[in-house]
Nanobody, 125 residues
Framework: VQLQASGGGLVQAGGSLRLSCAAS????????MGWFRQAPGKEREFVAA????????LYEDSVKGRFTISRDNAKSTVYLQMNSLKPEDTAVYYC???????????????????WGQGTQVTVSS
């Protein structure tokens, strides 16, 4: 499985961006998907995750109410809609696939098997 993230860019505080992550392969619809981010000098951190059937989602506390994860299994794509962006949201954003079948979505980077290349999001104040 190959993941290709896109949609990053430079935006002013309060603005919006939508990230996309397109997957190759036929098994995308069976994977729970996650978004992570990594700011300079910091560890990679969980942002959001969505179950394969979109039935369960999970968000990091600081993005709740501002970010929305969604997916279109027919297009093998997962999205991250980011609204009310803040300078502290500045980071490289990565999408990832969790190939282990679990009821709940997971949030540790080590739980995810496949990773996209990352897309830079920069929020200016």
């Amino acid at each position: 499985v190959q993941l290709q993230a896109s949609g990053g860019g430079l935006v002013q505080a309060g603005g919006s961006l939508r990230l996309s992550c397109a997957a190759s392969g036929r098994t995308f619809g069976t994977y729970n998907m996650g978004w992570f981010r990594q700011a300079p000098g910091k560890e990679r951190e969980f942002v959001a995750a969505l179950k394969w059937n979109a039935g369960i989602s999970l968000y990091e506390d600081s993005v709740k109410g501002r970010f929305t994860i969604s997916r279109d299994n027919a297009k093998s794509t997962v999205y991250l809609q980011m609204n009310s962006l803040k300078p502290e949201d500045t980071a490289v954003y990565y999408c990832a696939a969790d190939v282990v079948v679990t009821y709940y979505v997971r949030q540790r980077p080590n739980d995810y098997t496949y990773w996209g290349q990352g897309t830079q999001v920069t929020v200016s104040s």
